[in-house]
T-cell receptor
Framework: EDQVTQSPEALRLQEGESSSLNCSYT??????LFWYRQDPGKGPEFLFT???AGEEKEKERLKATLTKKESFLHITAPKPEDSATYLC???????????FGTGTRLTIIP | EAQVTQNPRYLITVTGKKLTVTCSQN?????MSWYRQDPGLGLRQIYY???????DKGDVPEGYKVSRKEKRNFPLILESPSPNQTSLYFC?????????????FGPGTRLTVL
């Protein structure tokens, strides 16, 4: 069964303190991996899609990387406005379901 | 403005009273989906639709129905709501017919079943 696991569940960082969030997955055939950002009370907002191992994508202070078993979301010199829950998701192989991880709640302290 | 809209945004109802949550997108997207979000369980897919008249079950379809008669609309129907369906619901759409592309989410519907 396809599974997506995110860690840590919550992370508190000082402003400017870089760190990484992890998304590990087990799927029959990888068709892509998504990262989303979700602010409290709002719908998730798309950040990145990664399609193959070794791929990297960047947006402002965020960089997403992908290996054959996991993805990392690296946050460099974060600011308080980066505080949010970060979700990863993987489409199933053989059907069109999408499975999300439970997310990492990131808090950046000024 | 390109968007996914949901109505109502908040709903309190009682057990057994049929309800419908509407979802509409103005982007001519083919793929639409419903999710529920619960603390500690994350986003779980209820149903999805790859195009008009094509729907399929997600991971938690029990107690829900959907229909896709028009491309822009994908209502979620709870025939006999129960308290365990109290949750935050999101509708999403994607421009391809599969789940392998980015999805655009609506603002959410917070449902309480008493």
């Amino acid at each position: 069964e396809d599974q997506v696991t995110q860690s840590p569940e919550a992370l508190r960082l000082q402003e400017g303190e870089s760190s990484s969030l992890n998304c590990s997955y087990t799927v029959s055939g990888l068709r892509g991996l998504f990262w989303y950002r979700q602010d409290p009370g709002k719908g998730p907002e798309f950040l990145f899609t990664l399609y193959s191992a070794g791929e990297e994508k960047e947006k402002e202070r965020l960089k997403a990387t992908l290996t054959k078993k996991e993805s990392f979301l690296h946050i460099t010199a974060p600011k308080p406005e980066d505080s949010a829950t970060y979700l990863c998701a993987v489409p199933h192989f053989g059907n069109e379901k999408l499975t999300f991880g439970t997310g990492t709640r990131l808090t950046i302290i000024p | 403005e390109a968007q996914v809209t949901q109505n109502p945004r908040y709903l309190i109802t009682v057990t057994g009273k049929k309800l419908t949550v509407t979802c509409s997108q103005n982007m001519n997207h083919e793929y639409m989906s419903w999710y529920r979000q619960d603390p500690g369980l994350g986003l779980r897919q209820i149903y999805y639709s790859m195009n008009v008249e094509v729907t399929d079950k997600g991971d938690v379809p029990e107690g829900y129905k959907v229909s896709r008669k028009e491309k822009r609309n994908f209502p979620l129907i709870l025939e006999s709501p129960s308290p365990n369906q109290t949750s935050l619901y999101f509708c999403a759409s994607s421009h391809t017919s599969g789940s392998y592309n980015e999805q655009f989410f609506g603002p959410g519907t917070r449902l309480t079943v008493l």
